[in-house]
């Protein structure tokens, strides 16, 4: 068995977004979530955990988002929902981390965002997008002194904030192992709790200069046999 390959601290965190296809099989889609479960490679068996979601709209019908410290673990995942007749239109790899602006924040909330444990309780409304800070010429995130980018990110920080409650979010970083620079995952109790937070924390000037944001993906988070009815996969 090949030794796992895992980060430093953290997880990683692999989203796929996948369409049905007539070989669509529920039996092995449940066998795939099953292995990737198992304990193995000395890792424990919860180690390693699978958010389902049934998306919305034409880009893709369901998201498999499996986070765990073993990336051997998720490219078997991956191949395993493959071979259940899920076809991966897309996909963001990413991983946990807790930001340089926030280092010293209590351990407690460190470890929750290093090892966050999903689908948080009464949050189903769903979405995912990836997103990087801007280099323009006049706008460049990068060329800012470390002290007015905390100020910023600070100031982005406390406006997250006011949604507690609301919309659970889950940052993780992709800057190298992916097109964008991080992924955000956004869990809400309705689906407007989303717009709201997206909506509102646009207009802080961290993301109003130096923000550029990706693909959008929007559904509900359900047991992965109940998204699998939903979405038309069928035994």
Not at 137 to 146: Q, V
Request: hydrophobic share 40%; proline share 5%; glycine share 8%.
């Amino acid at each position: 068995m090949t030794e796992a390959m895992s980060p430093t601290v953290g997880l990683a965190v692999l989203h796929l977004f996948c369409k049905v296809t007539p070989l669509a099989d529920t039996d092995g889609v449940l066998v795939a979530a099953r292995a990737l479960k198992a304990s193995g490679h000395n890792i424990e068996a919860d180690a390693h955990q699978l958010v389902s979601a049934a998306l919305l709209g034409h880009k893709a019908d369901v998201c498999l988002m499996a986070l765990g410290p073993d990336l051997w673990r998720l490219r078997q995942f991956q191949t395993d929902v493959q071979a259940a007749g899920l076809d991966v239109v897309d996909s963001y790899l990413s991983l946990t981390e807790v930001s340089e602006y926030a280092k010293g924040i209590p351990e407690e909330r460190r470890q929750a965002r290093l090892y966050p444990q999903l689908p948080p309780e009464g949050k189903s409304a769903f979405c995912f997008y990836p997103m990087s800070k801007r280099r323009g010429e006049e706008d460049n995130w990068y060329a800012l002194p470390y002290a007015d980018r905390e100020k910023l990110m600070y100031g982005h920080g406390s406006t997250g904030r006011t949604f507690a409650g609301r919309v659970l979010q889950v940052v993780t970083g992709s800057t190298g192992i992916d097109d964008f620079e991080w992924g955000v995952t956004l869990f809400g109790v309705h689906p407007d709790d989303l717009k709201d937070c997206v909506y509102t924390m646009r207009y802080d000037e961290a993301s109003a200069r130096y923000a550029e944001f990706g693909v959008f993906y929007t559904g509900m988070v359900a047991p992965l046999p109940e998204v699998l009815v939903t979405v038309g996969v069928t035994d």
